[in-house]
């Protein structure tokens, strides 16, 4: 066994607590920050490096190369050092110090791009260097399908399996939105009666780090707005305040995105009737984020 064997198979927990506010709907999310990395981008790193070892595009020598808000950088660069592969990381110079200490624990190289261009930036520049083959692997995972179908294979599966076929709702925000395409795509397989939710923050300028406002930003590849049956729209400050309360009310510390997702899966549950499961996704640690202001309470 090793770390690439580690990931998935997340708890499915019930957010009791939370879920009172409802009449009768259950409220459940899948805890990735259980991940080896400590995130849900474990799922989409490891499938991203398969796929190229399998297809022969990523050779011993290489190094792999990405643009990553954080959480798949530091997947990489935990699969580049076990795997024995070199890693270049472009980033937002203003994404946490402990996420960009933690890809340099692995021994990752970091190349930090203006904060005034958020992901896009990260992305643009990535992609420039990437037009070196021969030195660079590019998984690209706003674009590569490999993302989307870890979700297919492993989440979807997961969510199936640990609700016994039960779920209704499916709901998540979206950065590549991997998570939210390949795993509504199996659940709608399984059950096309499954309604999938997408959330979204409700400004381009918003502090809902890791995910995508994808009116005003470059849209992923593999990104089908038709795929959402409807969207849940969230403001930084109602996921900061339910970030909080998933710490203080359900014992979870998970990272700004996470409380986006519950507030907004306790939002549509609050519309639905007695007996509907809705699933979300906590998509990483509280500790990401321990030096923010919005800790300090
Ligand atoms: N939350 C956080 C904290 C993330 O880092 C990401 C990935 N950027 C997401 C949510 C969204 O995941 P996905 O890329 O699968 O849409």
Known sequence: MDVLDCVGNTPLIE????????????????????????????RAARAMLLDGLESGRLTSGKRILDATSGNTGIAFAMFGAALGFG????????????????MKSFGAELMETSPLEGSDGAFLSARAAAEDTDTYFYPDQYNNIA?????????GVEIWEQTDGVVTHFITGMGT????????????????????????????????????H????IHPGF??????????WIST?????M????????????????????????????????????????????ARYLSDAFWRV
């Open 87 to 102: 890693v270049t990381l472009y980033l937002p110079e203003n994404c946490s110090e402990e996420r960009k200490r933690m």
């Open 147 to 155: 993302n989307p179908r870890a979700h297919y294979d492993t989440t």
């Open 15 to 42: 957010l009791k607590n939370i879920s009172r506010e409802t009449s009768g709907v259950r409220i459940f999310a899948k805890a990735e920050f259980l991940n080896p990395s400590g995130s849900v981008k474990d």
């Open 177 to 212: 939105s991997g998570t939210f395409m390949g795993t509504s795509k199996r659940l709608k397989e399984y059950n096309p009666g499954v309604q999938a939710v997408a959330v979204q923050p409700d400004s381009p300028f918003h502090g809902v780090e890791g995910v995508k």
């Open 223 to 232: 990104y089908d707005p038709n795929a959402a049956d409807a969207f849940e």
């Open 243 to 286: 970030t909080r309360r998933l710490a203080k009310e359900e014992g979870l510390f998970t990272g700004i995105s996470s409380g986006g997702n519950a507030l907004a899966a306790l939002n549509l549950a609050k519309k639905l009737r007695s007996g509907s499961v809705v699933v979300t996704t906590l998509c990483d640690s509280g």
């Open 214 to 217: 994808m009116d005003s930003t």
């Open 237 to 241: 400050e109602g996921a900061y305040a």
